[in-house]
């Protein structure tokens, strides 16, 4: 919970700065990065999905072993069906991602659609995924 109290503050703080255009190459980076990610995922390629997200980030190694988890009991299809870039400052980097995650095989999954606020953080001069936090899941099923 405390993760999401941080992540909110920073998203409010913001969104007090507009998107400027020499933001437009970052935003489109990130967009392709968290699109990646989805490919990566979908084709249950950990080297890849690793790849998408920062390797300091304090969730690195639980994602990783979470998304092997995934990999071993389910085949999951996702799809991008919302991304919203909300600024930067120095640091950090914050968007706004919403996406479908749709059972093909495996155990009892339920269906979902998840609202999320990624951020992200500049790893060898590339936006990679630091962390994020879900605002909402809606079941499909």
Sequence with gaps: MKLSYVVLS????MCLVACSPENADDAKEIEALLTENLRATEAEDLNAVSDTMHSDSPAYSQTQQIIQMAFDNYDLKYKLL?????GQDDEYALARFKFST???SGPDFKNNILDTIHVFRRENDKWKIWSQATLEIDYTD
């Design 82 to 86: 919302m991304f919203q870039y909300i």
């Design 102 to 104: 749709e059972k093909v």
């Design 10 to 13: 920073i998203t409010f703080l």
